[in-house]
């Protein structure tokens, strides 16, 4: 209870007396949390993620989507709660923020957790290279150039 009190008295004056407004959502969150760092780390049930799991009138939501209802404000549907500090099992209400299905995205681009996409165009430019360098040997072994070229046009309209 020694940490819960520190990290509520931290905690913007607004955020804490919005969170006093619902004690038993309070005591809930404040027994499962430690402190790392700066981040709150969520040490209830987890996803396999690394995303903690809360109850919230009788289901389980996201522990950091919990944290900003309870804190700072309702999320609504539509949105996500990310994080500022990109640790999925981070509670801290001063590390998130809220975004779109879009913003979300382009946070992951932007911090490289999109590596699926990026093979495959990895794959597209690697089939790209060879074929140039076939021909490019092809040539080299003395094919003129107008057939090398006729022959990847052909492989190009098969394609
Ligand atoms: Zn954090």
């Given at each position: 209870m020694k940490l819960a009190l520190k990290v509520i008295e931290k905690m913007h004056p607004d955020w804490a007396k919005r969170a006093f407004r619902s004690k038993d959502k309070l005591s809930y969150f404040l027994d499962r949390i430690a402190a790392n760092g700066d981040c709150l780390d969520w040490v209830g049930c987890k996803h396999a993620a690394g995303y903690g799991w809360a109850k919230w009138h009788g289901r389980m939501i996201r522990a950091h989507r919990y944290s900003y209802d309870l804190f700072v404000g309702p999320v609504g549907e539509k949105l996500h709660v990310m994080h500022l500090c990109d640790r999925?099992?981070?509670?801290?209400p001063e590390h998130l923020k809220l975004g779109t299905a879009l913003d979300n995205q382009r946070d992951m681009v932007n911090k490289g957790r999109q590596g699926k996409r990026a093979g495959d165009n990895n794959k597209q430019s690697k089939l790209t290279g060879a074929l140039v360098l076939n021909l490019r040997k092809r040539h080299t072994a003395g094919e003129s150039f107008a057939s090398v070229a006729r022959s990847s046009g052909r492989q190009r309209r098969n394609d």
């Open positions: 999925p099992p981070c509670v801290n």
